[in-house]
């Protein structure tokens, strides 16, 4: 079993962080969350028309944002934002792992080893093809994952490759100006030679994407096989050198703020809640009313029908007191 430790991504800041509120969530979800009845039984009333989404009959996986308003059984609820705290790996890879959650052959998967969280789940940053070895960063922040990988986000990837064969100047150079893939044109930002002897040589290459296989289909369109890859760096976080292969390591709540800012984020991770805003005879709050359960009213009549007992036992004691003094 793996053991947890604390990494240190090395940061690059940007400016500009935003995100000051949660991004949308499905309707039930967010319901399903605040305690109003499971998934499925609130996308039934949601269909039945029970539910209202600002004063319009709601539909079954429609989102919500801050704001909003949602009405059910004669309760208004507002949708607000919360601080959540989210957890994050960074996972040595090795040679054989799918990165997926099941796989039809029965090969292993990543999340195999992985410990398990409650109420959330794990979310890979960028897959690695199962020849590839190295760096995954997994993490219960949706939206921290979404945005390291759309590509608006501009997060470089740097992988170690074992080339098998003499590489020219004139080949690093087409890979650096850029070539016609099937899929469209792709190059590295960045080739630095890491030494290497006999036929291997080793280079450390960056990109700007993460299309399937793009590095070995690099390295292929000039003819050159790709032995081993290896993912060294995604974005600001870094493969610890002590970090064993099949083992992970748990990203510190800090660092977790730092990759968020990394990518203009704000620095902490919110998620969509609801607030309860008034009842059926016009009472409101901030929270949702009290509901008292059947276990609680037996137990209050059994502590009333205890005091009165007592106070008529009491009254009945000082009444034959009185009796006996006066004869």
Known sequence: ????????????????????????????????????????????RIKNGDVLLNGEKASVGQNVSTGDSIT???????????????????????EGEVTSRSDPNGRPTVFDRLPTVRNARWVAIGRLDISTTGLLILTTDGELAHAMM???????????????????AEQLENLRRGVELNDGPASFSDIQEAGGSGENHWYHVTIMEGRNREVRRLWES???????????????AFLPKRLNMGKWSEISAGDLQVLREDIGLSPEGKSLSLQFVKGPRGRSGGSEPRKTSKRAAKSTARRTTRKTAQSTTKSAGKYEKKRAGRK
């Open 72 to 94: 059910f059984e004669q309760q208004q609820w507002r949708v607000v934002s919360k601080p959540v705290q989210h957890r994050g790996l960074i996972y040595n890879k090795p």
């Open 1 to 44: 079993m793996s053991t947890t430790k604390k990494s240190n991504p090395r940061v690059r800041r940007k400016e500009n962080p935003q995100a000051e509120s949660a991004p949308p969530e499905r309707l039930q979800k967010v319901m399903a969350s605040a305690g109003l009845g499971s998934r499925r039984a609130l996308e039934k």
């Open 150 to 168: 759309h590509p608006s986000s501009n997060v470089d990837r740097e992988y170690a490759c074992r080339i098998r064969g003499q590489v020219s």
């Open 222 to 236: 000039q003819g050159l096989l790709v032995s081993r890859l290896k993912r060294v760096r995604y974005g600001a």
